[in-house]
């Protein structure tokens, strides 16, 4: 049973508390069985006046059982024979169940039975709980722990660390309940208790539980940045010089957004604790040349830095970016990548090895075993969304030597709002870019129905006449790079079919590297005017000349994606159109949704709208910030609760640092292989 518990995440009596039902039962009143409605689960009580055992298609045991208000039949297919010895005619039974209609009237099939006796307790006041609950583990079995703890409960106090703390910030200008009587509520609340707001979060009691658990997660979060704290890094002067000249040989000047984010990275880089800063921009705010300046400053330290992005087509337009900035200062920039030839790959694993390569840009290639760097001092992850926790962790224990670890730089474009992101990513320290760079209009967005399509084409042929290139990305069919690839070279022959005059290339997740590589070449050198490809291209591949995207199947992306996609787009100086294609009927749902998107082009409100629309599961991708953990919390919900989780958890963690532990271990699954993390 104790295993059985451990997967349930219970290893103490306590736990068992923090067990919450996922549902409840009513028990608490014996319905009249003349009343019994089809559908219906009710507590029945009656005295059983016939049981016969009948074979017709399967054996079964059929008992009739009457209150004086009516009769129903149970229905038995599993029995022993002392059951069946049980259920003799004049049997006083008390059964649990879902009324059905049988052939022979109303029946109970297995209820939940048990024979009454004369000293029989009145029905359970309170509604009954049903918890989560494991193979081999049985919901009684469970109950009746969970019983006996809070019995205990009234011997043993549980400690409230919350409750001094949460008395002087009344919620919604009430005191908050306490967590025993918050916790006994859920277990046993009353027969008239608003069920649907105790399991949707909205009532009292869950909300105390619900800010209990965002504190520990907050908390949880700090500690493992605690944690990072108090590692070494090699710490590095601003690079003053070689910053000057990257600057000079900069097309554009930085924007202020820009400028202070790197100042913060800078500040960090100069620290003997390892930077672990978070660096959230929209779209094409520019978030990669200050990343770069990051590389300027480790590499004239004598130090290498990783980049590491989410696919090849990004790792090489990084590295092109990196190789056109870097190069002119005297600093060595390779690739590494999945897809170079063998020899290429060896030269490329000795450059880093013995510390030539100052820069290495790549994808996942980067944690490979044979990967060995001489002098690693800062890892930049581009688009944090598509690499777990664990993969950040791997590089970064490359880097480990000689109690060194290396500084980490994540970019993200996926904005999420600020009390949002201080709680999801309490570990990492945050810099915002809410600028685009200067002269970059919106971009107009524009919601069409499929039928549509032939004048889209039609439009697609006068954009292109005019010089400027546009994207079709095609229909998102399921999750499988085949059958995208697929649908993405029918859609580019039918393209090419109806526009002749049009240069179409085509990129899909089936091709190799180096043939994505020719044809986005081809495409940002202008050879080509159309682009088909799969989402492939979502995230930072940059052709300002690229001036309209067509999205197909725009219903069945998240808005965030969509937002990425829109964000190829309008990086030039002239106004870019994103066409949002979609199959008709669109459900209101799904209306909404990419109106919000023709409603704004600021990735922070198309967040918060996801966000609102569909949970922060989708936005933020859960997995990476152990968010995933919360069992009644809710970011969306109680994002109101976040500005006191946030002030509570500071506090506590500077009044009453021995309390951090105690909750962490109370509400955080797996919290002790978590901080280690
Ligand atoms: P993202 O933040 O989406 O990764 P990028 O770093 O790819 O954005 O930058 C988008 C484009 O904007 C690139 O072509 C980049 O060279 C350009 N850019 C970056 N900063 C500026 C700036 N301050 N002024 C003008 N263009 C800029
Ligand atoms: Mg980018």
Redesign the pocket.
């Known amino acids: 049973m104790a295993e059985r518990l451990t997967k349930l995440g219970v290893r103490r009596i306590g736990d068992l508390l923090c067990l919450l039902p996922q549902r409840y039962e009513d028990r608490t009143t014996l319905k009249p069985i003349g009343s019994l409605v089809v559908g219906e689960t009710a507590l029945i009580e009656g005295v059983i006046e016939l049981s016969e055992l009948v074979i017709r298609r399967r054996r079964s045991l059929l008992c009739r059982l009457a209150d004086g208000t009516g009769a129903i039949t149970l229905r038995f297919f599993h029995f022993t024979r002392s059951q069946q010895q049980g259920f003799a005619r004049g049997t006083r039974l008390r059964c649990y169940g879902e009324v059905r209609s049988g052939p022979a009237g109303l029946e109970l099939v297995h209820p939940e039975h048990r024979i009454v006796r004369a000293e029989e307790p009145e029905p359970a006041e309170s509604l009954t709980p049903v918890y989560p609950t494991t193979e081999g583990l049985h919901q009684q079995t469970l109950r009746r722990l969970v019983e006996h703890a809070l019995a205990l409960l009234e011997r043993e106090p549980l400690i409230d660390f919350l409750e001094p703390l949460l008395a002087t910030r009344p919620h919604a200008g009430k005191a908050w309940p306490t967590l025993a009587d918050a916790l006994v509520y859920l277990h046993t609340p009353p027969r008239d208790a608003a069920t649907d707001l105790l399991l949707a979060g909205g009532h009292p009691c869950s909300r105390r539980i619900a800010i209990e658990e965002l504190i520990a997660q907050r908390l949880s979060l700090r500690q493992s940045a605690a944690v990072a704290r108090t590692e070494r890094a090699h710490p590095f002067p601003a690079a003053v010089a070689e910053l000057a000249k990257f600057r000079a040989g900069l097309p554009?000047?930085?924007?202020g957004a820009?400028q202070s984010a790197f100042a913060e990275v800078v500040a960090d880089l100069a620290a003997s604790v390892p930077m672990n800063r978070l660096l959230q921009?929209?779209?094409?705010?520019?978030?990669?040349?200050v990343a770069a300046m990051a590389a300027v400053i480790a590499a004239a330290a004598g130090f290498q830095t990783a980049v590491m992005a989410p696919t090849e087509l990004l790792a090489e337009q990084h590295f092109a970016?990196f190789d056109r900035w870097l190069t002119p200062l005297g600093v060595v920039v390779i690739p590494l990548l999945g897809s170079q030839p063998a020899r290429t790959r060896a030269s490329a694993l000795a450059a880093i090895a013995d510390g030539t390569a100052a820069v290495v840009v790549g994808t996942h290639a980067l944690f490979q075993e044979s990967v060995e760097f001489a002098k690693l001092a800062l890892v930049i992850v581009?688009e944090q969304h598509r690499f777990g926790v664990e993969q950040r962790l791997k590089l970064k224990q490359k880097g480990a030597q000689r109690e060194r670890v290396p500084h980490q730089l994540i970019?993200t474009?996926t904005p999420i709002p600020r009390t949002l992101a201080m709680t999801a990513y309490a570990d990492l320290d945050y810099s915002v870019?809410g600028e685009l760079?200067?002269?970059r209009q919106p971009v107009k967005t524009v919601v069409l129905a499929e039928q549509r399509r032939a004048e889209l084409v039609e439009r697609v042929a006068v954009h292109c006449a005019t010089g400027q290139q546009a994207y079709w990305v095609c229909p998102l069919i399921e999750e499988s790079e085949l059958i995208d690839s697929q649908a993405a070279t029918e859609l580019e022959a039918e393209l090419a079919a109806a526009l002749p005059q049009v240069r179409i290339g085509l990129v899909h997740g089936r091709m190799k590297s180096a043939e994505k590589d020719v044809v986005m070449r081809a495409f940002k050198s202008r050879a080509l005017d159309l682009l088909v490809a799969t989402t492939v291209i979502e995230v930072?591949v940059?052709v300002?000349n690229a001036t309209l995207m067509v999205v197909e199947n725009a219903e069945r992306m998240g808005l965030a994606q969509l937002h990425q996609l829109r964000?190829r787009v309008g990086?030039g100086h002239q106004a870019s159109t994103c066409v949002l294609l979609y199959k008709p009927p669109l459900s209101p749902l799904a209306r909404e949704r990419l109106n919000v998107l023709r409603a704004t082009n600021d990735g922070f409100e198309v967040a918060q709208k996801d966000l609102e629309l569909r949970g922060p599961g989708e936005v933020l991708g859960t997995r990476q910030t152990g968010i995933e953990q919360l069992r009644v919390a809710d970011l969306l919900r109680d994002a109101d609760l976040l500005p006191t989780v946030i002030e509570v958890s500071e506090q506590l963690l500077a009044t009453q640092p021995q309390a951090v532990a105690p909750l962490i271990r109370r509400w955080i699954r797996g919290a002790a292989e978590y901080a280690q993390v």
């Open positions: 554009f000047t930085l924007t820009q921009g929209d779209v094409g705010s520019g978030k990669t040349v970016s581009d970019m474009a870019i760079p200067p002269g930072g940059d300002p964000g990086r």
